[in-house]
């Protein structure tokens, strides 16, 4: 059975931080990546990582504020999030997939909860 395990949501005030993981279990992922959904909006993509851990992608959103890392010996990804804004208030899900740099992704964790504070 696979599945993906977020942790590390809470609340935090505006220009705090979170480290965000999700651990992976039942198969590894060539390619895992993070996704946000805010109230009301489409589920965006944030960030995603592939197997090696040496290449990375970010939405413009994110980018210089968020990091996205990997440990395999572990089946974890992080997300590292500073700076954070009452604008990134959103569940943040995990996702395991395939294909780089156009990824696919098939399997979905619950998601955790991140609220910023103004």
């Known amino acids: 059975q696979v599945q993906l395990l977020e942790s590390g949501g809470g609340l935090v005030q505006a220009g705090g931080a979170l480290r965000l993981s999700c651990a992976a279990s039942g198969r590894t992922f060539s390619v895992m990546g993070w996704f946000r959904q805010a109230p009301g909006k489409e589920r965006a993509f944030l960030a995603s990582?592939?197997?090696?851990?040496?290449?990375?992608r970010y939405a413009d959103s994110v980018k210089g504020r968020f990091t996205i890392s990997r440990d395999n010996a572990k089946n974890t990804i992080y997300l590292q999030t500073n700076s954070l804004k009452p604008e990134d208030t959103a569940v943040y899900y995990c996702?395991?997939?395939?294909?780089?740099?156009?990824?696919?992704?098939?399997?979905w964790g619950q998601g955790t909860q991140v609220t910023v504070s103004s």
């Open positions: 996702a395991g997939g395939r294909g780089w740099p156009a990824s696919t992704y098939d399997y």
């Open positions: 990582i592939n197997w090696s851990g040496d290449s990375t």
